[in-house]
């Protein structure tokens, strides 16, 4: 294989650092900042393994009086290994090693409090990546969220809290359980997003707000209950808050997710929620102008597989207008 010119440059960066007078200290923390470039903006999968191979590099150069600069190369590399495209089982479960052996040294040598959270954030993300491989548990994961949630308050970090809170929904949603104990996990998921949203709004966090709103629709729209329409409509005034963010021109894919999104919900939803047993064309036709909207935006963007998803439901509703 040809080295890219990012490897080339990464190469030389390395030999110019071990030949450098630098102390062993500062050329650790030089190969750590370099990796950290690397991973924050990475254009190709190989700048991720520059970033492994570099805070592989800085790992190395540590003895046992570099305990806490060894556990970050640990978790840059644990960073570098979840974020790679398509990376499988096998290096989630690397990272997963990597946090595993990092998190007890942050905590032992006084890392800051927000260091630590951010590992334990990352852990639970790779633990919840990993329970569809039935490598991790998905209660291991919810434990590690709300150990990063401790630090990651609303007050001083709306931003992490609101992802915190996301992901322990969406790891609620994913739990194994009985189908007559279903209703108590879209519950779980319904109260941890509508908790968040206490505090996060959208003048101040827009983004996460949309997130957040979006997410709840789709956990109401689903929720087993004896409400169903109760439900759908509380759904589709979800998805209506999302959009006063998303739209097709700022954030195109999020948008088209949120109006397929409302697009289902419209149908099931009876025209006249009093009278459920009648048709619901208006609302057919809404949710086909959506979902037609959905798939140009998919198809546009080459998200191939989300627009073949909405071509088959768009039949559907096709075939539902028709039967009028």
């Given at each position: 294989m040809i080295p890219s010119v990012t490897d080339s440059a990464?190469?030389?960066?390395?030999?110019?650092?071990?030949?450098?007078?630098?102390?062993?200290?500062?050329?650790?923390?030089?190969?750590?900042?370099?990796?950290?470039?690397?991973?924050?903006?990475p254009k190709t999968a190989q700048d991720l393994w520059n970033a492994v191979s570099l805070c592989q590099q800085a790992h190395d150069l540590?003895?046992?009086?570099?305990?806490?600069?060894?556990?970050?190369?640990?978790?840059?590399?644990?960073?570098?290994?979840?974020?790679?495209?398509?990376?499988?089982?096998?290096l989630l479960l690397e990272a997963k090693t990597a946090y595993e052996e990092a998190l007890p040294i942050l905590q032992q040598t006084l890392a800051p409090a927000e260091e630590v959270a951010e590992a334990q954030m990352n852990f639970g993300l790779v633990l919840q990546s990993l329970v569809p491989f039935n490598l991790a548990r998905i209660t291991d994961s919810i434990q590690a969220y709300q150990k990063a949630l401790q630090v990651f308050t609303w007050q001083k970090y709306p931003q992490e809290y609101a992802i915190l809170h996301n992901n322990i929904a969406i790891a609620y949603l994913s739990m194994p359980l009985a189908s007559e104990r279903e209703y108590l996990r879209q519950g779980l998921a319904v109260q941890t997003f509508e908790e968040a949203l206490k505090h996060i709004r959208l003048i101040n966090h827009p983004r996460e707000y949309a997130m957040l709103q979006n997410n709840l629709g789709n956990a109401l729209q689903y929720l087993p209950s004896s409400h169903?329409?109760?439900?759908?409509?509380?759904?589709?005034?979800?998805?209506?808050?999302?959009?006063?963010?998303?739209?097709s021109k700022d954030t195109p894919l999020?948008?088209?997710n949120t109006i397929s999104n409302k697009a289902n919900a419209l149908f099931n939803l009876p025209d006249d929620p009093e009278k459920p047993e009648?048709?619901?064309?208006?609302?057919?036709?809404?949710?086909?102008?959506?979902?037609?909207?959905?798939?140009?935006?998919?198809m546009r963007h080459e998200q191939i597989e989300q627009a073949q998803v909405v071509a088959q439901v768009l039949q559907e509703v096709e075939a539902e207008i028709g039967n009028g």
């Open positions: 990464v190469k030389a960066a390395m030999d110019v650092i071990a030949s450098s007078p630098a102390t062993t200290q500062e050329k650790i923390e030089m190969l750590i900042e370099m990796a950290q470039g690397f991973q924050k903006k540590c003895g046992e009086d570099n305990l806490l600069w060894k556990a970050r190369a640990k978790v840059g590399i644990a960073g570098a290994l979840k974020a790679i495209p398509n990376g499988g089982e096998q169903p329409l109760e439900n759908i409509v509380r759904a589709i005034a979800a998805y209506n808050e999302a959009l006063k963010v998303r739209n999020e948008y088209a009648a048709r619901n064309l208006k609302n057919l036709l809404q949710a086909r102008a959506y979902y037609q909207e959905a798939w140009e935006i998919f």
